[in-house]
């Protein structure tokens, strides 16, 4: 490690003097009129521009290499074209009108080009764009192929197509997020303010997030700094009336010359949810988080420094209703601090860049049962990650080769009076290549490999009667992932075959004793060997100016799947539940739809399928497995011929399905219907939105809930409304 730090600091003698002067001008591609006010932004560094009242702009100090410029203004296409500063200095920038666009840049694919021609299909959601909700867990469910295990209102846990916990790899901030994602009733830890999307790829396709990452990976990508030499903020806040939820958040940002900081906070407290008639006792919550970053750049090198702070105080439900309206967390509680820090160092020298982030990140989980003097339980999980990457361009642009490494040390601790899983130190090393090649213009290819290693030791103990073994394990897999996409006019077709692998982690091998989050006595399992994945994903997408569809199919095998499951007996007094495992399938996929009719441009109509089905060897379905369900949402743009101002209405149809295919000792699930509605209105610089969640306040019970098992509902109608003020 002090190698390659010690070579990474030697790059920064780049000579920052070949930097380059550029001036550029925005032009209506329909009217051949200057575009004005028109927002410019460098990819590679994030630094922003807005063009003057004549459609100029003028932008120096980067350095002789090809850089990403994107371009965009409300009501216009946005672009990204990459200029080769080393010979272009003044460039017309051409934009065609649009009703709307069908997708959104995604900046975090490997080739940090459009998903359009990307091989690995991303899906992404705007947090800006997205009403209100009270985790930002719930706010992912409404991806399709996403859902949550959900304890309450507050705890949501992401499954992707099936699969959830340490099969999925989350990152924020640009590094792993590691919080013991080992648990049904831990949440995701991460709080919405200050993120600007969130990006989910589906299965084990990306080599650069790593391998175990059989599930998909959950990418948080955090808000850009401000525009150079300007300065900019807001406040906000909301109500949510289900669990009367007060929520505000603030956030800044200012750039001044490359040096550029973010600072955001957010802060919201909840009563226990409501039912159609009485409240769900005990699910009460509040939250704070507090987010920051400093950037800066120079000639060939961009840094940024980024640091988060989230405390969760989670009442634990013991399936029964009330009608408390209290906001005092009652016993038994969980109380959970998440600290994130990470540094990011990238380097431009030709047209190769070469990327080093190292991060810290500490999760503090506390469950208080009979007294808040002393955790019962107590783990305190520490884990320093690093990885270097390196892209390397040809000359064309036609091929691009990127190969790196990723490293992690996590150290689980015991400071409680009960152990669920044991003192853990945890190595893991990874490196990887990843080749693409555009052999024209309608025909993309790739493929890369990645080896993966990982030691994992564990302490001894001898508790009562119980006795917790030692353990010395070392793991290892290669895995690879190759595919392409073809382009036909509007016809766009993406295949990719991938295979990921992941060890079993402490608490599967490990665990003996009663969970007071989960109210189960958990046994593991020193038996247990690696998962190994195999997952075939294609997709076909159809989009014209009006409409767009997309059919994407999927099927994973997995040998060895580790699952929990209830014996039908008891310990301690609590439902005992053991370590499995067995080979599965899991199948299913996503079709999507939005139309915007060609007479009616203020409308827009989009639906949305999808369904998961997941079984053993010998047939038997898989727990936990969602029910398939249909998303239709009517959606009208108001004052769409105003500039002062912008709104919308809509009102969606959630369809949810029997689940019938359930697991031993796994209860069926009825099928349901929801009814949304909400509208926003934007005006200068204040954003409204109003809407109600289960607008016919139907009482249904999700499948995935960790509540279902005492047959208490999700919530009931909530009516929210919330301003956001810039400055």
């Known amino acids: 490690m002090t190698r390659i730090i010690g070579v990474f600091v030697l790059l920064f003698s780049v000579i920052f003097s070949f930097a380059q002067s550029f001036i550029g001008s925005v032009i209506n591609e329909e009217t051949n009129e200057p575009v004005p006010f028109a927002t410019i932004r460098i990819v590679e560094t994030d630094d922003g521009y807005i063009a003057d009242a004549e459609g100029h702009f003028f932008i120096e100090g980067f350095p002789d290499r090809v850089v990403q410029m994107e371009v965009s203004s409300v009501g216009l296409e946005t672009i990204r074209v990459l200029i080769d500063l080393s010979n272009t200095k003044q460039f017309e920038f051409r934009l065609t009108p649009s009703h709307f666009e069908l997708k959104e840049l995604v900046?975090?694919?490997?080739?940090?080009k459009l998903d359009e021609v990307s091989i690995v299909n991303v899906e992404h959601k705007s947090i800006s764009s997205t009403p209100p909700s009270v985790s930002l867990?719930?706010?992912?469910?409404s991806i399709s192929g996403v859902e949550q295990i959900s304890t309450g209102a507050g705890i949501g846990k992401p499954v992707i197509r099936g699969l959830s916990g340490s099969r999925i790899v989350v990152y924020s901030q640009n590094i792993r997020l590691e919080n013991q994602q080992f648990g049904d009733e831990h949440g995701l830890g991460e709080n919405a303010v200050g993120i600007e999307r969130v990006e989910v790829i589906k299965g084990p396709a990306s080599l650069l997030y790593g391998a175990d990452a059989m599930g998909g990976v959950i990418y948080m990508v955090d808000e850009k700094y401000a525009n150079r030499n300007e300065s900019q903020g807001f406040i906000g806040s909301q109500f949510l009336s289900n669990a009367k939820t007060t929520s505000s958040q603030f956030g800044f940002k200012t750039n001044k010359e490359g040096l550029k900081w973010n600072a955001f906070g957010a802060y919201s407290s909840n009563i226990d949810y409501k039912l159609p008639k009485k409240r769900a006792s005990n699910t009460r919550f509040d939250e704070m988080a507090i987010k920051t970053s400093l950037g800066y750049s120079k000639g060939a090198w961009v840094g940024n420094l980024r640091y988060s702070y989230l405390v969760n105080n989670f009442g634990i439900p013991e399936g029964e209703i009330g009608n408390d309206k209290s906001r005092k967390v009652l016993l038994p509680t969980q109380y959970v601090s998440q600290r994130n820090l990470s540094l990011e160092n990238n380097v431009f020298f030709g047209q190769k860049d070469l990327t080093l982030i190292v991060?810290?990140?500490?999760?503090?989980?506390?469950?208080?049962?009979?007294?808040?003097?002393?955790?019962?339980?107590d783990m305190l999980l520490n884990t320093v990650t690093y990885q270097v990457k390196l892209s390397?361009?040809?000359?064309?642009?036609?091929?691009?080769?990127?190969?790196?490494?990723q490293g992690m040390k996590r150290k689980n601790t015991n400071n409680g009076e009960r152990i669920l899983i044991p003192d853990a130190t945890t190595m893991d090393f990874g490196g990887y290549g990843l080749l693409t090649v555009d052999l024209n213009e309608r025909l993309k290819l790739q493929g890369g490999l990645r080896y993966d290693v990982r030691d994992l030791k564990t302490v001894g103990y001898l508790v009562g009667s119980k006795n917790i073994p030692e353990l010395s394990r070392k793991y290892s897999s290669t895995n690879f992932s190759m595919g392409g996409s073809y382009i036909l006019k509007k016809l766009t077709f993406r295949t990719n075959v991938s295979t990921g692998y992941r060890s079993p982690n402490t608490a599967e091998l490990l665990s003996n004793g009663l969970h007071e989050g989960t109210l189960r006595y958990e046994l593991g399992s020193i038996n247990l060997v690696e998962e190994n994945a195999t997952q075939i994903d294609a997709s076909l997408t159809y989009e014209n100016e009006h409409l767009s569809i997309t059919i994407n199919p999927f099927y994973n095998s997995i040998d060895n799947y580790i699952f929990l499951s209830p014996t039908g007996d008891l310990l301690e007094g609590a439902d005992l539940y053991t370590y499995n495992q067995t080979n599965t399938k899991l199948w299913g996929g996503e079709i999507g739809l939005h139309y915007h009719p060609h007479t009616i441009h203020w409308l827009h109509i989009e639906s949305n399928y999808s369904q998961v089905k997941a079984e053993d060897d010998s047939g038997n379905p898989l727990p936990l497995i969602p029910a398939r369900v249909l998303t239709s949402k009517l959606s009208a743009e108001l004052f769409s011929s105003r500039e002062d101002r912008?709104?919308?209405?809509?009102?969606?149809?959630?369809?949810?399905?029997?689940q019938e295919r359930v697991a031993f000792n796994e209860s069926r699930s009825d099928a349901y219907e929801l009814v949304n509605t909400g509208f926003d209105l934007e005006r200068g610089k204040i954003h409204w939105r109003v809407g109600v969640d289960n607008l016919l306040n139907t009482a249904y019970v999700d499948h995935l809930s960790r509540l279902k098992a005492d047959e208490i509902p999700n919530p009931g109608r909530n009516i929210y409304l919330g301003f956001n003020l810039s400055f």
């Open 359 to 377: 991060g810290y990140s500490s999760n503090q989980r506390e469950e208080f049962e009979e007294s808040r003097a002393a955790a019962e339980l």
């Open 646 to 658: 912008s709104g919308n209405v809509f009102v969606e149809l959630i369809s949810r399905g029997k």
């Open 392 to 405: 390397i361009p040809s000359k064309s642009e036609k091929i691009n080769m990127v190969t790196g490494i």
């Open 107 to 112: 900046v975090s694919a490997p080739s940090g």
């Open 137 to 141: 867990a719930a706010l992912l469910s």
